[in-house]
């Protein structure tokens, strides 16, 4: 059967081409075949990078394109990390990052070590938590804009209605010190379900002999818990805390909907800092110097944390 | 703490991969801090050094 499917796919490759592969090597063959992916990577990763490295030391404006470029050696770089306003985009970047990741973290290992129990409508329990996740941020971020309306809103009705305070006397997206936690608390809601995910892939990969030796040893249910669930768990706890590290890092969609960055400049993470010079200034050059700022940092944390991924891993 | 600057001086992969890891964290602290602006100024170069230094280190010898 097999070699009448061979005899069939070789009949049907053209005869130029048939003899144009005759004769080629193994690796000859494996080449072409990954050439075309090799290509397209250099040419939609690697090639913007080096060009960006490169206009980064140019004054290069994207909407003066007959404009002579001249490079300016370090001076990009020298303005930017002696800029208030990137330093405290850095700052807004760094609030949102870290209290992300900590309730995401919290919440997402919490809700998988309670959906790992086994009870009654388990199953459609995971798949509510989970519709978050699959809806696209442009949406979340126009309906949460909804929810934090002071007057309609669902969000402010509930605090109202729990703390004793008038709904409409507070603004989530338009206080200087609630926004920062207002773009919290919608990523909070939005990811966890991802980070819940992949914790209850690591509770569910435990195998029950381990606990049963345990219950023999007569360990306690809380001593069970730091002793074998956590660091079992920790692995894929820390998976998930570098993909979501590295994704808020770069996060724009989600509050560009819900804040623009506003008010004032509370909300405005680096990424969005980084669209401002580069399309609304038109500061070419000086937007590419930030994007290799950002671009080294992530690349050095992403280092840090394959090495520590892999040393739990070796445990 | 002998053994890691004999591991430096021999061209050890894991106390260099320390090191530039150090540098790495260092780094990135110093740019989303909101204490200095000096520390500020300085963390793009930390990073830089640190994540080179990485890249390097981790072909040495374990």
């Given amino acids: 059967m097999s070699e009448k499917t061979v005899d069939r796919v070789a009949g049907a490759t053209p005869v130029l081409l048939a003899r144009k592969i005759k004769g080629l090597s193994d690796r000859a063959i494996a080449w072409i075949f990954v050439g075309p992916t090799i290509f397209l990577l250099l040419a939609v990763n690697i090639f913007p990078l080096i060009w960006t490295v490169n206009l980064s030391f140019t004054n290069f404006k994207a909407n003066r394109i007959n404009r002579v470029v001249d490079y300016v050696g370090f001076s990009n770089y020298e303005r930017i990390l002696n800029d208030p306003d990137v330093w405290l985009s850095m700052q807004a970047t760094a ?5 992300t990741i900590f309730f995401q973290v919290l919440i997402g290992f919490t809700l998988a070590w309670l959906i790992n129990k086994k009870f009654k409508g388990n199953d459609v329990w995971t798949t509510i938590i989970v519709l978050p996740m699959m809806l ?20 402010n009705y509930v605090i109202g209605f729990l703390s004793g305070k008038d709904a409409s006397s507070f603004e989530m997206l338009g206080s200087v010190d609630l926004a920062p936690w ?38 306690s249910k809380l001593r069970q818990f730091f002793t074998i669930t956590i660091p079992m768990v920790l692995p894929f706890l820390m998976l998930a805390v570098l993909f979501r590290g590295i994704e808020n890092f770069k996060m724009f969609d989600l509050v ?10 509370t909300t405005e993470l680096a990424s969005i800092h980084l669209k401002r010079e580069a399309f609304e200034k038109w500061r070419t050059g000086y937007s590419s110097a930030i994007a290799i700022i950002l671009f080294v940092t992530v690349f050095g944390l992403a280092s840090i944390y394959v090495k520590a991924l892999n040393k739990v891993k070796e445990r | 703490m002998s053994n890691f600057f004999n591991g430096l001086l021999k061209l050890r992969r894991g106390p260099w991969e320390m090191l530039a890891t150090v540098l790495i964290a260092l780094g990135v602290f110093m740019l989303m801090q909101p204490f200095v602006l000096w520390g500020f100024t300085y963390s793009f170069i930390t990073t830089l050094v640190g994540t080179v230094m990485f890249i390097i ?3 040495f010898r374990e």
Avoid: K
């Avoid at chain 1, 980070?195 to 360990?219: F, H, K, N, Q, T």
């Fill in chain 2, 57 to 59: 280190v981790s072909h």
């Fill in chain 1, 182 to 219: 207002s773009i919290v608390i919608v990523d909070t809601w939005m990811w966890t379900p991802f980070v819940m995910l992949i914790c209850l892939a690591g509770l569910r990969s435990i195998p029950d002999y381990i606990y049963e030796a345990a219950e023999v040893d007569r360990a």
């Fill in chain 1, 256 to 265: 560009v909907q819900l804040t623009g960055g506003g008010p004032g400049s």
């Fill in chain 1, 136 to 155: 696209s941020p442009a949406v979340v971020g126009n309906f949460w804009t909804f929810l934090y309306q002071p007057q309609i809103g669902l969000f």
């Fill in chain 1, 95 to 99: 609030h949102f990052l870290f209290w």
